[in-house]
């Protein structure tokens, strides 16, 4: 073979073939324009949810000791917040409802005046392009904390799901765009998918809370949403943080049953399972960045430990890398902020 001949083979021998001072990869990180370009997963603040806690009043703001920066509110200023956020980019808000007045049943999660209601038509009324995202579950309503409703001590699977249907429906009597159930009863997709269908409601999404896991990172949250049971714990109905599998059957029962997106939560301490739920199904995956994740992060920066900027940005982006279309968090608002400043 010729000259011409040995230098084209040179040419195209592999990166696996040619070593340093050939091949480096550095060069690709040479200025921040070039790292932007060849960026191979990017954080987009159309992905992004915030949470929000509804309470009754008006006026009223209660902030949330364990996660600074976050508030319970009254409708009319959880509106106000969900505009500027919607001003922000920020295209939906997850509401959860937080009331005074719990019982065996949990029957204000279904009362047309209750706290998400109220919240809903408020954020409809001001910022009407925002998609609005419910919560549907029992703990933050009955007087015993669990998810669903009990018989002889014990959670109850089938008996939870007519009063989480109704739940869900009332939701979408307020102007719910997405309903989530977040309860972990089986079945409970099916009998809310054919609630809202028998009232009317075929346009209403179905965000499952497909692989909730038992964690201990829900500490905030439960501070926030008054929800800790008031006896055992959650470990009958919630997944086990020990397994995978378990989640992709999960998921599967659920887009079976009619959910159109699937969750994944926690989201940092289960990136594998969030790539795991993106591989095995073609459905919208969404992933929650809880607030124990968000406080830990908050907690650190407070003393000096870590650059919360830096420490967030690459906690969301690392969720959406593992596969998430979307990550509901409390970062939401300051996110959004830093993602335009580095365009």
């Keep these: 073979m010729g000259l011409h001949s040995d230098m084209t083979m040179s040419a195209t ?6 070593g340093f001072p050939v091949v480096r990869p550095r060069r690709l990180r040479h200025t921040a324009t070039l790292r932007r370009m ?9 992905q992004l949810v915030l949470p929000l806690f509804a309470i009754a009043g008006r006026g009223v703001e209660v902030p949330i000791r364990a996660m600074p920066g976050h508030s319970r509110l009254s409708a009319d200023l959880l509106a106000e917040r969900a505009a500027r956020a919607y001003a922000a980019g920020i295209p939906a808000v997850l509401l959860f409802g937080v009331t005074e007045h719990k019982d065996e049943l949990g029957t204000m999660s279904f009362d047309p005046n209750g706290e998400v209601q109220e919240a809903i038509g408020a954020i409809k009324r001001l910022v009407p392009e925002m998609i609005v995202v419910t919560d549907v579950c029992l703990c933050e309503y009955t007087s015993h904390g669990h998810c669903g409703i009990l018989r002889d001590g014990e959670v109850d699977n089938d008996s939870s799901l007519e009063v989480l249907a109704r739940a869900a429906v009332s939701h979408a009597d307020a102007g719910a765009d997405i309903v989530a159930p977040s309860d972990m009863m089986d079945g409970r997709v099916g009998a809310i998918r054919t609630a809202l269908d028998a009232r009317g409601y075929q346009d209403v999404v ?6 909730k896991y038992a ?3 829900y500490g905030p949250f439960r501070e926030a949403a008054g929800s800790a049971p008031s006896f055992g714990d959650r470990r009958g109905y919630q997944m086990d943080p020990a397994n995978r599998r378990e989640a992709l059957r999960e998921v599967a029962l659920d887009i079976g049953e009619g959910a159109d997106m699937v969750m994944v939560k926690p989201a940092l301490a289960y990136l594998d399972v969030i790539a795991a739920v993106r591989q095995s199904t073609t459905v919208p995956v969404a992933a929650y960045h809880v607030s124990g994740e968000y406080s830990m992060i908050k907690a650190a920066a407070e003393r000096g430990w870590l650059d919360e900027r830096t420490a967030a940005l690459e906690v969301l982006t690392a969720i959406a890398r593992a596969g998430a279309d979307l990550v509901i968090t409390y970062y939401a608002e300051d996110a959004a902020a830093w993602l335009k400043e580095t365009l």
């Design 13 to 18: 021998v592999s990166d696996t073939q040619a």
């Design 38 to 46: 060849v960026r191979e997963h990017r954080l987009s603040v159309d």
């Design 206 to 211: 179905i965000l499952s809370y497909a692989a």
């Design 215 to 217: 964690s201990a990172f």
